[in-house]
């Protein structure tokens, strides 16, 4: 440890339980379901698609009962890396947190795409500057520029203060609640159970359905991927440590719900070939101003939809800003990510980061947004298998761990979010049934592994040598540090100071 004093920054706790909800939920349910949920049908049919969701929550919920049980016993902001460093150590730990970066930071950047879509849906706008094409799309300014503003908005309505982002969530997730409402009407009395078909696609030919089941199963745990973030907040949350269990496993049941919700509605309001022919439009929308006969109900759901951007928009950067600050409080990127603002007491540099790189990619084009949405997912389960592993590790290592929340059969729970995590890494590997496109797909994630590192190197060449016990400091804090760690580094630490 160098000869300065060691400071050790840390966030205002001023979430409630609504707060840490609506930004689960609203970070969960984004513009996702707009573009894609006819196309699931399309793809594994409605029951197929409704499987693959159902047994994607399940996963997720094996997942979550890992989060569960760490989050309240470690409710420091960083979440997975925290959760990693404990139970496997400073390599894992890093590499942990910078996939749940890629997952948190993957989606966010798709927002900015998203939003020019839904923008351009409401007020079509000129088509103006075109600047080039990428994988067929062509790219125009006028374009991204609203994406590039929308991200600049929520970048700066993070640095003014947690409390202000969670008040936007509220807003955001109760207009995406009042279009959902108006989705799940027009199916159900504009609509006809007889537009319920197919069931399964592939079917007729004799192919069986598991090809579209695995495709958007595939899609499933970035379409989940929110009620992760609530670790993340956790060290900004001013409730019982005991009721954050309660609102991981309800948040990840209310996203399951809504999607099902959303695939029987679609499928309600109009016949398969009205759904495939809007598929090159906004086809959530189109399907229900189909339903109710007028293009103006189009327009009333975009405007929930563009909510349900907002919310996700603002809770991937609450997440990913939290993981990085972490990583910079711990040394592990540059120190200045793991600065507080003196008067706002949000993550500024980290808050920055994000924004430039979410005003970046609008100008990649339509196009990009799929493969943000697999690099994304492919990030959330390497960093839930991480968790499952850490997980285990932690109840072997730390028995004695005051838990607030503590499993009745943990090495069961433990074995099953593996296994669950095991299942989805192998679907985006080559061996898999739906790996990764190359080279866009894997390119994003190599890229995002090479910005890691020259950060890493970076923090390592502007900090020195750091040892275990500062470290320990660093990532936990006086209160949750393991003491037989610490040793007679806080006195020592005191007397500098």
Request: net charge neutral.
């Amino acid at each position: 440890m160098s000869n300065e004093t060691v400071q050790r920054e840390s966030l205002k706790k001023t979430l409630g339980r609504l707060d840490i909800l609506a930004l689960a939920f609203g970070t969960m349910v984004g513009w996702g379901w707009v573009m894609l949920t006819a196309d699931w049908v399309g793809t594994a049919g409605v029951m197929g698609a409704i499987f693959a969701f159902l047994f994607g929550g399940l996963m997720c919920m094996l997942v979550g009962a890992t989060y569960a049980e760490l989050t309240p016993a470690l409710p420091l902001a960083g979440g997975e890396l925290v959760f990693s460093y404990r139970g496997l150590g400073y390599f894992w730990s890093w590499f942990t947190g910078w996939a749940i970066c890629l997952a948190y930071v993957g989606v966010a950047a798709w927002e900015g795409i998203a939003i020019s879509t839904a923008v351009n849906y409401l007020a079509p706008f000129p088509q103006a500057i075109e600047l080039w094409t990428l994988n067929g799309s062509t790219v125009y300014l006028t374009w991204s520029m609203v994406g590039i503003i929308g991200a600049a908005i929520i970048m700066f309505i993070n640095i003014i203060g947690i409390k202000q982002s969670a008040v936007f969530q509220s807003i955001g997730v109760i207009g995406l609640l009042l279009a959902g409402i108006v989705f799940i009407t027009g199916g159900a009395v504009m609509g006809s159970p007889a537009n319920l078909q197919p069931m399964f696609t592939g079917l007729a030919e004799g192919v069986g359905p598991w090809a579209g089941i695995f495709a958007i199963m595939m899609m499933a745990p970035g379409m989940f991927v929110g009620f992760d973030v609530i670790p993340q907040a956790a060290e900004e949350m001013k409730i019982p440590p005991k009721q954050i269990a309660g609102v991981v496993y309800i948040s990840i049941l209310m996203g399951a719900v809504w999607y099902i919700v959303m695939i029987l509605a679609a499928s309600l309001c109009a016949p398969a070939e009205i759904r495939e022919s809007f598929k090159d439009s906004v086809p959530v929308a189109e399907i229900v101003a189909y339903a109710f006969g007028s293009p103006v109900w189009g327009k009333i759901l975009i405007i929930g939809g563009v909510c349900g951007i907002v919310t996700s928009w603002n809770g991937f950067f609450i997440g990913a800003s939290r993981v990085i600050f972490s990583m910079g409080r711990a040394k592990m990127l540059p120190t200045i990510f793991g600065k507080v603002h003196p008067k706002y007491q949000t993550p500024t540099a980290a808050i920055v980061l994000v924004g430039v790189i979410c005003m970046i990619t609008p100008l990649m084009g339509r196009n990009a947004l799929v493969w943000f949405v697999d690099a994304a997912s492919f990030g959330t389960v390497v960093a839930y298998l991480m968790v499952a592993l850490s997980f285990l590790a932690i109840r072997k290592k730390e028995p004695n761990l005051d838990r607030p929340y503590s499993h009745k059969h943990p090495m069961i729970a433990g074995v099953l979010a593996v296994i669950s995590a095991l299942f989805f890494v192998h679907l985006y590997l080559p061996i898999g049934a739906s790996s990764l496109v190359w080279p866009y797909e894997w390119a994003l994630v190599l890229v995002w592994i090479l910005i890691g590192v020259i950060l890493a190197i970076a923090a390592k060449a502007t900090t020195g040598p750091v040892s275990q016990a500062e470290r320990e400091y660093l990532v936990f804090g006086e209160e949750y540090a393991r003491k037989e760690i610490l040793k007679d580094f806080l006195s020592k630490n005191k007397k500098k100071d």
